[in-house]
Nanobody, 121 residues
């Protein structure tokens, strides 16, 4: 049973930074990619970034390219999302998910409970 737990969210001013963590258990890196998604109130869930089961393949939504970086520590079974230059429009609940990859929610089978990120002055 795959379980994903997000942490690291909080309140930050515009231009600030946060690092989100996704701790996984029951996870097989050979089988699952990991993605980060976000959902703002009244909006659909959207893909932010993902990292494949291979070492080097990453993907980013155009809205976060150059600001967000996804990485993983296989020894700790943890995936991170470093978020820099945060904007108010980044405010959302952020979810990590495990699946086959891409920024499409339909590609993911397992989801965490989410962590709130609020960017406000």
């Amino acid at each position: 049973q795959v379980q994903l737990v997000e942490s690291g969210g909080g309140l930050v001013q515009p231009g600030g930074s946060l690092r989100l963590s996704c701790a996984a258990s029951g996870f097989t890196w050979d089988y699952y990619a990991v993605g980060w998604f976000r959902q703002a109130p009244g909006k659909e869930r959207e893909g932010v970034s993902c990292i494949s089961s291979s070492d080097d393949t990453t993907y980013y939504a155009d809205s976060v390219k150059g600001r967000f970086t996804i990485s993983r520590d296989k020894a700790k079974n943890t995936v991170y999302l470093q978020m820099n230059s945060l904007k108010p429009e980044d405010t959302a609940v952020y979810y990590c998910a495990a699946g086959y990859g891409s920024l499409d929610t339909d590609e993911y089978d397992y989801w965490g409970q989410g962590t709130q990120v609020t960017v406000s002055s």
